[in-house]
């Protein structure tokens, strides 16, 4: 019998909104092959969010429309 480990993700490249202020509390993303990574501008060492696609993409949709 096999252990599966499941690949790891590449360096995730975060980014903040070309909105954002330099001195604001911001939340930075990164891609992810099935959804987004979201995590905390002001402590990114803390971790980050995963989102699915589908969950990520009600989210934008909805923003944009407000």
Same mark, same amino acid.
């Given at each position: 019998m @096999? !252990?599966?480990v499941p690949a790891e993700? *590449? =360096?995730l490249l975060f980014?903040?909104?070309s909105y954002s202020q *330099? @001195? &604001?509390n911001c939340v930075e993303? /990164? =891609?992810l092959p /099935? &959804? /987004?990574a979201v995590r905390d501008?002001? !402590?990114p060492t803390a971790g980050h969010l995963e989102v699915p &696609? @589908?969950?990520w993409s009600a989210l934008l949709a909805s923003v944009r429309t407000r």
């Amino acid at each position: 019998m @096999t !252990n599966s480990v499941p690949a790891e993700l *590449p =360096d995730l490249l975060f980014r903040k909104s070309s909105y954002s202020q *330099p @001195t &604001g509390n911001c939340v930075e993303i /990164a =891609d992810l092959p /099935a &959804g /987004a990574a979201v995590r905390d501008s002001q !402590n990114p060492t803390a971790g980050h969010l995963e989102v699915p &696609g @589908t969950e990520w993409s009600a989210l934008l949709a909805s923003v944009r429309t407000r």
